[in-house]
């Protein structure tokens, strides 16, 4: 196991999915009386977890009362996934039963004057989600095997990345077939209604003329 070395392919990808890896974590202000949302496109089967909280603005002293705010997450049908009302800070998991964007949106009662709320949110996808401490402690394995186990789900990730894409593009060339084959039709129809008008402004001026004994 010590001289183990992953073939630079499999290197290669995990790179890249490292560099493109399924986490967000912001810091972002909430004013009162405003909602900001914060959308992620999550693929089917896939894990997903976040927190948030209310940063302190007075570190060191209670959390004003009036930091409070509301939490929603909705699936891209509109279904409720985690919902948080006047909290301070919450933590939600889940296992996506639909593909596309979920939507967590945080919004602040209204304050007079107005307040500023800051507040921090990450939000952790696919692979990142895993807590992968409580994987080796469960499992009981070293350090290389927790490394191959980690090796090994991130090619799986891959792998079932791919197969998604490949099930988009599919979607995509259906679609592109479809709207193709509309407008095939729509230009035959538009082409029979102008000849149709053409053949029929030529029959009405053949018979004006002839009624007008011009012919």
């Not at 994987?135 to 350090?143: H, R, S, Y």
Request: charged share 25%; net charge negative.
């Amino acid at each position: 196991m010590a001289g183990f070395r992953a073939p630079p392919l499999v290197l290669a990808m995990v790179v890249v999915l490292s560099l493109s890896s399924p986490a967000r974590s912001l810091r972002f202000d909430l004013e009162s009386g405003h909602t900001k949302c914060v959308a992620e496109d999550i693929k089917m089967e896939a894990m997903a977890v976040g927190k948030y909280h209310v940063v302190n603005p007075s570190e060191g002293q209670p959390l004003p009362d009036s930091h409070k705010i509301t939490v929603r997450l909705t699936s891209p049908y509109g279904n409720n996934i985690h919902f948080g009302d006047q909290v301070e800070s919450g933590n939600f998991a889940f296992t996506s039963t639909e593909a596309g964007d979920y939507l967590a949106c945080f919004w602040a009662g209204d304050h007079k004057p107005p307040l500023t709320i800051p507040v921090e949110f990450e939000w952790k996808t696919g692979m990142a989600a895993k807590d992968w401490t409580n994987v080796a402690k469960k499992g009981q394995i070293d350090v290389m095997e927790l490394e191959l186990k980690k090796l090994m789900d991130t090619v799986q990730s891959i792998h079932d990345e791919m197969f998604y894409l490949r099930g988009r593009e599919e979607e995509m060339q259906d679609l592109n077939r479809a709207t193709n084959s509309r407008m095939a039709w729509f230009t035959a129809l538009s082409l029979l209604i102008c000849l149709s008008v053409a053949g029929l402004q030529l029959w009405h001026l053949k018979t004006f003329f002839e009624r007008k004994k011009l012919l």
